[in-house]
C-alpha cells in the first residue's frame, strides 16, 4: 500500500514588510483583502497542528497543490519553502504552483526559482525556470505523480487558471507512457477541472484539459483552489470515471467560515489483476467545526479493482 497526504492552499503568513513600489496595482487589492479577511482565518499555529498530524500518519509521500503564497512579494517564496522543508526532503514531497503563487507577473516565475527541488520531474538536472517545465513526472512505486501548472498572472479581481496547449500536449503524452507501464496516475493540478464555480476563478481551458483526461486517462486528479473539500468523477478511457478530489485549505481553523481545515490520505494499494487492479481510499483529516482537536473526517472509496474500466 502506498499513502498519499494532499495539502493545499496553506497562504502562509505573515505578510513581509513590502515597498510602496511593489503595492501598487493587484498586490494593493491583495494585501487589503488579507488584513481584512485572511490573516484572522488562517493562522501558523494551524497549520503547525496539521503538519504534526501527517507526521503521525507517516505518509509514503506528500502533494502540495498550490497557494502557499499570498501577493507574490519575494520574501514570501523563502516562507514557502521553509514550509515545505517542515514537510519533507525534495524527493518526499511534491508541489505545484497556485494562482497566488504567480499572483503577478515579476514574481510568478519565483515558486520555480524557490522550490525546484520539489517540482522537479525524475532524472532531470539544474534549474528550469519556465512554463516547459510542467507537467512533470515522479514515479515512486507503483504510483506516478504528474505534476500540471495551471498558474498564471491575472488581472486584479480574477483568480483563473490556465494549462494551455503545450502543456496539455505533453501531458496526455505522459499519461500514455505512465499508462502502458501500468503505474497508478495522480495528477496534480491547482484549479479543478470540474465542478461549478464563478467565472473569475475557473480553469479558463478546463473542457480541453477534460478532454485530455477523457483520451489518454489517470487515475486521480487532485487539487484544491476553492478551500472546500470536493469529490467528482469526470469522463475517463472506454466510458471509465475519473475522480476529482479538492481539499479544503490547509490554515483554515476550525471556526473558518468555508471550511475548517485540513488535509487528505489516500491509501493506495494494487489488489488485482486486469484492466483496473486498484483500491483507492480517502480519509479526509482535520478540523471539525468548533473543535480544536486534529482528526478523522471520514474515509471514502474512490475507486475499486474490477476487471476493466
Known amino acids: 500500500m502506498f499513502v498519499l497526504a494532499h495539502v493545499t492552499d496553506a497562504h502562509l503568513g505573515p505578510l513581509p514588510r513590502a515597498r510602496f513600489a511593489e503595492l501598487a496595482g493587484k498586490r494593493a487589492l491583495g494585501v487589503l483583502n488579507w488584513r481584512r479577511g485572511r490573516q484572522h482565518r488562517f493562522s501558523i499555529a494551524t497549520i503547525d497542528l496539521l503538519v504534526d498530524d501527517i507526521k503521525a500518519m507517516a505518509p509514503d509521500h506528500i502533494a502540495v497543490t498550490g497557494d502557499l ?10 516562507t514557502g519553502l521553509n514550509f515545505l522543508k517542515s514537510l519533507g526532503a525534495g524527493p518526499d514531497v511534491t508541489v505545484v504552483p497556485g494562482n497566488h503563487d504567480a499572483y503577478v507577473r515579476s514574481t510568478a516565475h519565483h515558486s520555480l526559482l524557490n522550490w525546484g527541488d520539489y517540482m522537479r520531474g525524475d532524472g532531470v538536472n539544474g534549474d528550469v525556470t519556465d512554463e516547459s517545465a510542467f507537467p512533470f513526472v515522479r514515479r515512486r512505486g507503483d504510483i506516478a505523480l504528474v505534476g500540471v501548472s495551471s498558474a498564471i498572472p491575472t488581472r486584479p479581481f480574477m483568480a483563473t487558471g490556465k ?84 481539499a479544503p485549505s490547509f490554515a483554515a481553523g476550525p471556526e473558518d467560515r468555508h471550511w475548517p481545515g485540513g488535509y487528505h490520505l489516500y491509501r493506495i494499494e494494487r489488489v488485482a489483476e486486469g484492466a483496473f487492479p486498484w483500491r483507492c481510499t480517502m480519509e479526509a483529516r482535520g478540523f471539525q467545526r468548533g473543535d480544536a482537536a486534529v482528526g478523522s473526517r471520514g474515509t471514502r472509496v474512490l475507486t475499486e479493482a474490477t476487471g476493466g474500466r
Open 163 to 246: 494549462v494551455g496547449r503545450a502543456q496539455r500536449e505533453r501531458l496526455g503524452a505522459a499519461l500514455d507512457v505512465l499508462g502502458a507501464e501500468g503505474l497508478f496516475r495522480v495528477v496534480m493540478i491547482h484549479h479543478p477541472p470540474a465542478g461549478l464555480r464563478a467565472g473569475h476563478k475557473r480553469l479558463i481551458d478546463e473542457a480541453a484539459v477534460r478532454e485530455v483526461l477523457a483520451r489518454h486517462g489517470a487515475e486521480l486528479v487532485i487539487c484544491g483552489h476553492d478551500h472546500v473539500p470536493m469529490v467528482e468523477r469526470i469522463p475517463g478511457p472506454d466510458s471509465g470515471l475519473i475522480p476529482v478530489v479538492e
Open 69 to 78: 503564497v499570498n501577493v507574490g512579494l519575494a520574501a514570501e517564496f523563502a
